[in-house]
Each structure stands twice: as structure tokens, then as C-alpha cells.
């Protein structure tokens, strides 16, 4: 696996390895499904990526980096920001929004080196 650079924040609280935590309820697993079900779009994944690198921007520069229309943008955002994973400030007439679950960082990086690794992984078995 590639070395990756570690987020700036830390992730969550310390906790038990997960191998060593109870087996999940159909409660926390539900919810964990929630939080794969708002990540699993391609147009959010690439905002999230974009505002990782940026650490804050405005809806009209989201958009342009993902060449969408604002409205669009907005809207994925919103899905983002009622699950807590952004935040958003007005500065005028723009709103800026940025990362506030640190986790999503983490998980973010870890999904584009498995991404990566299966690529790789195909590339030589074929």
C-alpha cells in the first residue's frame, strides 16, 4: 500500500481497535450504511477531494472545479452539511463551506488508496 500523508486533525476519539469491539448492532449499522450511502456519489466525492485541498471554498469555485452549476453543487453540499461532514459560512454574497468531520478526511484517503491498489491490481493480472 502507498505511504499517504496523515490528515492534520485527528480523526475520532481513541477507541478499541474494531476487531476488538463487540459485533455492530443492526442500529449502528444502519447508520453506518447512512454515512457510506452520502458518500457513495462520484459528484460529492470530488467536492469533498476539492475541499480537502483547499481547506474552504465557495460554491461558485466548487462548481467550476467540478464543472457543475451552482444549484447542483448546492445541493450535493446540503446532503453533506445535514450530515454534519460540512459546514458553511456566508462572507457577502458567498457561501464557503468546508470539512468539519475530520474522519471523512481519513476515510476519503483511505477509499482513493484502495481505489488506487485495485487499479493496480488489475493493471498486473491482466
Request: proline share 6%.
Amino acid at each position: 500500500m502507498n505511504k499517504r500523508s496523515q490528515p492534520e486533525q485527528a480523526c475520532c476519539a481513541p477507541k478499541p481497535a474494531i476487531r476488538d469491539r463487540p459485533l455492530i448492532t443492526a442500529s449502528q449499522a444502519s447508520g453506518l450504511m447512512g454515512v457510506f450511502k452520502v458518500l457513495a456519489n462520484d459528484t460529492r466525492l470530488r467536492l469533498l477531494h476539492a475541499l480537502v485541498r483547499a481547506g474552504e471554498l465557495p460554491v461558485g469555485e466548487l462548481a467550476a472545479t467540478v464543472n457543475m452549476k451552482p444549484q447542483a453543487v448546492s445541493n450535493q453540499l446540503q446532503r453533506l452539511t445535514d450530515r454534519g461532514i460540512l459546514e458553511s459560512r456566508r462572507a457577502g454574497n458567498n457561501i464557503f463551506y468546508r470539512i468539519v468531520d475530520p474522519c471523512v478526511i481519513t476515510l476519503l484517503d483511505q477509499g482513493l488508496c484502495l481505489a488506487e491498489d485495485a487499479e493496480v491490481s488489475q493493471v498486473i493480472t491482466i
